[in-house]
Nanobody, 127 residues
């Protein structure tokens, strides 16, 4: 089981990025996927998550209306579209997988629910 994040970059405030989480060794129809981030000197925080059915999603209050999570089953990849980026969005972004059941509507959000983690991709929002 492996998750590989990509898409992190240096972007100006107000800009956009799309992060990708490519899964191998697992089929996403059985897994809920979450995005977390960790800024220097801060604790890891949950940003967004999507159920294995893709029917249910979760967004932290700090990103609601700006970030969108989605899944492309044909590519076995989950995306995080991030718009109107702010300096406080800076951090290492990780995706994680929770084997919650096939086409489940349950959205995992707590870090200890996730069994598999990627290595992260760096996002820097700065002028």
């Amino acid at each position: 089981l492996r998750l590989a994040e990509s898409g992190g970059d240096l972007v100006q405030p107000g800009g956009s990025l799309r992060l990708s989480c490519a899964a191998s060794g697992l089929t996403l129809e059985f897994y809920g996927i979450g995005w977390f981030r960790q800024a220097p000197g801060k604790e890891r925080e949950g940003v967004s998550a999507i159920s294995s059915s893709t029917v249910k999603t979760y967004y932290a209050d700090s990103v609601k209306g700006r970030f969108t999570i989605s899944k492309d089953a044909t590519k076995n990849t989950v995306y995080l579209q991030m718009n109107s980026l702010k300096p406080e969005d800076t951090g290492v972004y990780y995706c994680a997988a929770d084997q919650g059941g096939r086409y489940s509507d349950y959205v995992p959000t707590r870090p200890n629910e996730f069994e598999t983690w990627g290595r992260g991709t760096q996002v820097v929002v700065s002028s």
